[in-house]
């Protein structure tokens, strides 16, 4: 039976939304702690790189002329946005570049861009402290997992994850911010789950992006509306038509809460070291590990071939890419400029290098097998010149929780990102304050810095 309206019923969404809603900052695992500052650093960092970026400044320019009273900051543009717009805007420039962080804890879900572009705005609506900033998106980020867990053939569907769990995570995010009950966010995770949306089709377009920045204003309006007594499914994930039987073609509900209580999945969040699909970081690994090695000259190779997990084809199968936006999902291109430059950060994904004949001369070398044997974060590769054959393995991408980034690579890659948009001085200033997060009394001091 249905159980929609009844407050006094026992569903599987309200017991989740009920442990979120009675979760203090004292629970937070000293893992989890560190994982928040963390992911607001390299999350702040990643929206400032992509804040000058044209689609945004395409985006931007809607929303100023169909948007409403501005009382949000858009990061590194000196502006404000209303208060559904704003992070709209902050949640697509944090997603443009690829580059934000992706846990793949049986879900690939870039959390942060929806998340804390919601939490953001409503940071200024009232005043909001580090601690209470950081409980709220571990909070967030245990509803779209769990949500996305029970859903496991969400992402064989087509849907976009970012885009559909981001909408539930920023939802729960800003409802626990904002301070509502466990009936009210029971609420707000529905009306978040029925606006979720965003296709894969759209990979390599100004769309994908858009999804995260829909999902973080769909997940403030939940909340707001909740907060004002708007009602919802109160078994939005589990009920027969939930988001766990029509967004998946299987469904495991009791997954949403399962182990509920024991740690955190922000703990296991994942850090981008390079600047397009995650799955291909395993490969780029590899051919730079083989380039710094082997000492390989690019002009010299006559063929690279690469053992990756099927899921890493299925994604990034674009063979020639005619943008920037193509090129961060292309297994043979990020394989080539790898080789080539060294590194795949910002640069090596640009609509330059995308079209540079000597780089597509040698993406045509590259060929890519499925390996059902491999994990998601593993890859072999072989590169073959006339003077032999060039073999590594990567057992985990770096990045992974498996492997992950140290907090002074997270800094350096913070700094890199936002010192060119805020200055050296100010970015600097930034990061201080980020790592000292959970003693921080209002969060507007640290939206001036970085807006």
Not at 14 to 39: I, M, V, W, Y
Request: aromatic share 4%; glycine share 10%.
């Amino acid at each position: 039976m249905d159980q929609n309206l009844d407050t006094s019923a026992v569903t599987l969404t309200k017991t989740l939304c009920g442990h979120l809603a009675g979760a203090r900052f004292s629970d937070l695992t000293p893992a989890a702690t560190n994982e928040a500052r963390r992911g607001v650093l390299d999350w702040i960092g990643c929206a400032l790189a992509g804040s000058g970026h044209s689609t945004i400044t395409r985006l931007v320019a809607v929303l100023q002329e169909a948007g409403g009273r501005p009382q949000a900051r858009v990061l590194g543009r000196n502006l404000r946005l209303g208060l559904l717009d704003a992070p709209l805007a902050n949640g697509q420039m944090g997603h443009i570049l690829d580059f934000d962080d992706t846990h793949m804890g049986g879900v690939v879900l870039h959390a942060s861009s929806p998340v804390l572009a919601a939490l953001f705005a409503l940071a200024e609506r009232a005043p909001v402290s580090g601690a209470d900033l950081m409980l709220a998106y571990a909070v967030g980020f245990e509803a779209g997992v769990r949500s996305g867990r029970a859903a496991p053939g969400h992402h064989k569907g087509g849907w976009h994850l970012t885009g559909t769990l981001g909408s539930i995570a920023a939802g729960v995010a800003a409802g626990k911010l904002i301070g509502l009950d466990g009936q009210r966010i029971t609420y707000t995770m529905g009306i978040a789950a029925t606006q979720a949306g965003g296709m894969q089709q759209n990979r390599g377009t100004s769309c994908k992006s858009l999804h995260a920045g829909k999902a973080a204003a769909n997940g403030v309006l939940a909340a707001l509306l909740a907060e004002r007594g708007f009602d919802s499914t109160q078994e939005i994930i589990e009920g027969r038509k939930g988001f766990s039987r029509i967004y998946s073609d299987v469904a495991a509900p009791d997954q949403l809460t399962a182990g509920l209580g024991d740690g955190w999945v922000i703990e296991t969040n994942g850090h981008k070291p390079y600047a397009c699909g995650v799955v291909l970081h395993p490969l780029i690994d590899a051919m730079i590990a083989l380039r710094n090695r082997d000492h390989i000259a690019p002009e010299a190779v006559t063929e690279i071939r690469l053992r990756v997990h099927p899921f890493v084809l299925s994604i990034t199968d674009v063979v020639e890419p005619s943008s920037g936006l193509q090129s961060k999902f292309s297994t043979v291109h990020s394989a080539a400029i790898a080789l080539v430059d060294g590194a795949a950060g910002i640069a090596q994904y640009s609509d330059a290098r995308a079209k540079d004949p000597f780089v597509a001369a040698l993406r045509r070398k590259v060929t890519a097998a499925a390996d059902e044997t491999l994990g998601k974060d593993e890859a072999y590769a072989s590169v073959i010149t006339a003077g032999g054959c060039h073999d590594i393995h990567i057992a985990h991408a770096s990045g992974t929780a498996a492997n992950p980034m140290s907090n002074a690579a997270i800094e350096a890659k913070f700094l890199a990102n936002a010192a060119p948009v805020i200055s050296t001085d100010r970015a600097a200033r930034a990061a201080a304050y980020v790592w000292a997060l959970e003693r921080q009394a209002d969060i507007r001091d640290l939206l001036e810095l970085v807006a």
